[in-house]
């Protein structure tokens, strides 16, 4: 993959982006939707595939895009499918961080320092390249004035955009709301992005932590049924693991 191309994160990232106060929308979910927005790039690029409501590695082979490729690596380390949910709702700690480092050394966008009453230290993120962000944000515009169909990326952002919650960010007011609804409509269009963006709002919904039962015992058997755990990913070292401004 080349770098010619930017990334579904670096794109829901470009969106989330308040151009007025530096700040991202949604913090908490968008992370969900970084994480998932991965999948669908490595889905697009012939490296994972759906399985069920599982992801499964079907070409190992790196992307080239080294936090891609960490993700790729963390995927083909399970040696089993494992399901999206599980994936999404583990720890991303410095996702986001990462990302807007990224944009920044490609002059997307420029760090501003400041302070939180008076005393703690803050960094806020100003676009830069916003004629990026028009082409982006016209490209959903599109999409949902037309109804024309879109591409499996535009649709993918979509449905990634709708499932963090950026709607009301894009699209804000009463006046925004058919836009918001056909925005949600948009997450039909792309299998993988719809099974991400799914899986993305069952995280905040708590689905992912629900631990699921195991069978009955069989007669004479006592005792209440033992939950069965999913693995939890394990958090990246290094660059990953700084906190995130915002």
Do not use: F
């Amino acid at each position: 993959m080349g770098r010619s191309r930017r990334t579904l994160p670096e794109e829901l990232l470009l969106l989330a982006l308040d151009p007025a106060t530096g700040t991202t929308a949604q913090p908490q979910s968008l992370d969900l939707g970084l994480a998932g927005a991965q999948l669908v790039e490595l889905a697009l690029a012939g490296r994972i595939a759906p399985d069920g409501d599982r992801i499964a590695v079907v070409a190992p082979r790196p992307t080239g895009d080294p936090t891609l490729d960490c993700a790729l690596e963390l995927l083909r380390r399970r040696g089993a499918p494992v399901r999206a949910v599980h994936w999404i709702g583990g720890p991303r700690l410095g996702l986001r961080q990462t990302y807007l480092s990224h944009l920044e050394r490609c002059g997307m966008v420029h760090a501003v320092a400041g302070q939180m009453c008076g005393v703690l230290p803050t960094t806020r993120y100003q676009a830069t390249e916003s004629a990026v962000s028009r082409e982006i944000r016209a490209r959903l515009d599109s999409a949902i004035r037309t109804g024309v169909p879109p591409d499996p990326r535009t649709a993918a952002l979509a449905a990634l955009a709708h499932a963090v919650g950026l709607g009301k960010h894009l699209y804000p007011g009463n006046e925004g709301r058919s836009s918001r609804s056909r925005l949600r409509d948009l997450i039909r269009h792309d299998p993988m992005g719809g099974l991400v963006a799914h899986a993305v709002m069952d995280v905040q919904n708590g689905v992912a932590v629900q631990p699921r039962r195991s069978p009955a015992p069989s007669a004479g058997g006592r005792g209440a049924p033992e939950p069965a755990r999913g693995v939890p990913m394990q958090p990246r070292r290094g660059s990953m693991a700084r906190a995130v401004a915002h």
